[in-house]
């Protein structure tokens, strides 16, 4: 694995304002054990059933689960432009998680191995980064 550049935990910082986890300079104390437990989902279960998972919402459990798969989505996007531009591969942007995770998936499921592999290797990346992103920040109940 690749060290975590600077520029990695930029974009996790700004993910985490963009996609509302943090409100002022305090994250969800729930938010280090997801991204902990989305790494090992990806391991155990594997990438796209870890998207899913991380990705649904029921009811008022895990209310800020799919907030972290929109937060390393929109990551990858930006990390990876010219790479997703050259492959002619666009990840769809999340507003409306419920919506938008089923295109995610859709699409992630059309992907040759070789494009999801780093697709995945990409999520991976920017799951590190965040972790250590929001160690920046203070964690609230």
């Known amino acids: 694995m690749k060290q975590i550049n600077n520029e990695w935990i930029k974009l996790a910082i700004d ?16 938010m280090n054990a997801y991204v902990s437990s989305f790494g ?11 998207i899913i998972f991380f990705g649904s919402q029921k009811k008022d459990k895990a209310e800020h689960r799919p907030k972290l798969i929109a937060a390393l989505t929109k990551m990858v996007s930006e990390k990876e432009k010219e790479w997703l531009k050259f492959n ?25 191995p070789t494009q999801l592999a780093h697709i995945q290797s990409l999520y991976n990346e920017a799951a590190i980064a965040f972790k250590l992103a929001i160690r920046t920040y203070k964690e609230k109940n």
């Open 15 to 30: 993910a985490i304002e963009e996609t509302k986890i943090s409100t002022g300079n305090e994250v969800p104390d729930t």
């Open 88 to 112: 002619k591969i666009e990840i769809p942007v999340i507003k409306q998680l419920e919506k938008d995770l089923k295109e995610l998936v859709e699409y992630l499921l059309k992907l040759n």
């Open 40 to 50: 090992a989902a990806t391991i155990q279960s594997g990438f796209i059933p870890a």
